[in-house]
């Protein structure tokens, strides 16, 4: 779980350590919450489920497994009317 307010080296470290032991490289699934509770229980829940559970949460909102992070910080295309 991570905040988008937080920017410590705590977080930062941590995240790196994962994705050294899991071999993390993309973003395929995400919620958003907006209360901090919520978004730890929900982290919790998943992480209690079994590995083929987790896989079908991310097929309902991501079937092919695209890189959801792909498109961060570049600019929104203008909407024609």
């Not at 829940?45 to 896989?55: L, Y």
């Not at 309902?60 to 498109?71: G, H, I, K, Y």
Request: glycine share 2%; proline share 2%.
């Amino acid at each position: 779980m991570t905040s988008n307010t937080e920017c410590g080296n705590t977080s930062t470290r941590h995240f790196r350590d994962s994705q050294a032991n899991f071999n993390i490289n993309r973003l395929v699934y995400y919620e958003v919450f907006h209360d901090v509770h919520s978004a730890i229980r929900r982290e919790k829940q998943i992480k209690a489920w079994t590995r083929a559970k987790r896989i079908a949460l991310v097929k309902t909102m991501n079937l092919p497994w695209d890189d959801l992070s792909r498109e961060w910080g570049k600019p929104f295309a203008k909407i024609q009317t």
